[in-house]
């Protein structure tokens, strides 16, 4: 009897990242024009349909090998974020970034008691408390991209998520420290890892600002080698950061922050990196969608809804009192409280760096921001839609 090639067919990486994009750009489709939700929904729900916790088209070795593209997904939007934030416009709003580190800082207190009273240990509470300070980039940039978004609210959305996304990487490695330290690990370690995350990474990514300041000079006005000369120094700094066991989200703000701030900085342009990069967003979506596990719901849903009605709770209380001080109507501060809702897409590696330091409740915390995860990846980008239709800065029809 005959056999034929596709009697055995398996899925190579190409593939892969064929379907990711392909059946993407279907289930946004789908999502916008029929259930008038976000593109970004119908990436994430595709996601969860071909992924290893349903249809499984696709397998968790399949989606580790689109690693590459989902990682250059998030340098790509850390960096952009990085590029929002003018700390000469910071000096003059200086308020804004008094806010935000208020902000964090009242999200990160009230996430570790919830989370401490939940039954989860000091380490576990801090790093998932950490993590829940930041907004999604990637989410943001996205939304703001796709909605076409511009207004008040839009800047300080763009300016607030880069500086949430800051102070929340300096959180964790800060928790981190502090998880090794209580699991009785070396006290070097203690001291080390956190001094390495925070320095070694911003010490790349400043690094790669100089040299792409430099080198931007150098080409002149040659535009199509500004973007390929970009994207080489993100996935060269994506990939550095990782062989170093830096925070690779925290090198790429770093370098963003360096390029739009430091003398020269205004040779870098990245229109045509922007443009180019969509692909790579859509592939970052449907991945995410393909690793949530929705039966961490089952037994998590009670912590995961509170860690979310809290965490937006405070954000939109907040920005309602403090939106007077930030030149907003309190209307308008209420609705940016609701915009900042979207969870940072790095979440999930994050906890993954942490498994060692967080000892032996390491799975319990996984699974309890899976489930976060899980109603964040499907809510998040609804609420942020919402929300900036209500300021005026989206138009409602989209």
Known sequence: ?????????????????????????????????????????????????????????????????ADLFVNLALGLALFESGRRVDLRWLRAERTLLLSTLAYCLLVFAALCTLLSNAGLDWQSSTAMAAIGMATSPIVILEMLREGRAEGQVSDRLATATALSSLLSLLAFAIALGSAHLLNNHPPEDSLLTPAWLILGSSLLGLLAGLLAIALNHWLGHQRQQQTVLLFGLIAL??????????????????????????????????????????????????????????????????????????????????????????????????WLGLALNPLSG???????????????????AAASMMAVLLISELAGPWLCRLALQQTGDICKEQ
Do not use: K
């Not at 119908?42 to 090998?65: M, Q």
């Not at 790095?346 to 319990?364: D, F, I, N, V, Y």
């Open 1 to 65: 009897m005959p056999h034929f090639p596709w009697q055995h067919l398996v899925l190579n990486p190409l593939a892969a990242f064929g379907i990711l994009l392909t059946l993407g750009v279907i289930g946004g489709q789908i999502a916008n024009r029929i259930a008038r939700l976000p593109a970004m929904t119908g990436y994430v729900l595709i996601g969860l349909i071909i992924g290893p916790a349903s249809l499984h088209v696709l397998n968790e070795d399949l989606l580790r090998a």
């Open 237 to 334: 700094l994506v990939g550095l950061a990782g062989m170093l066991n830096t925070l690779p989200a925290l090198a790429l703000l770093v370098f963003g922050l360096a390029t739009r701030n430091l003398r020269g900085g205004e040779s870098v342009s990245e229109p045509g990196l922007l443009a180019g990069s969509h692909f790579f967003f859509v592939a970052f979506f449907v991945a995410a969608g393909a690793w949530l596990q929705p039966q961490a719901l089952a037994s998590h849903w009670p912590l995961a809804l509170g860690y979310l009605l809290l965490r937006s709770a405070i954000a939109m209380l907040f920005w309602f009192l403090l939106a007077p001080a930030n030149c907003l109507t309190r209307r308008r501060g209420l």
């Open 346 to 364: 790095g979440s999930a590696m994050l906890l993954s760096m942490s498994a060692l330091a967080l000892g032996t409740q390491a799975g319990s």
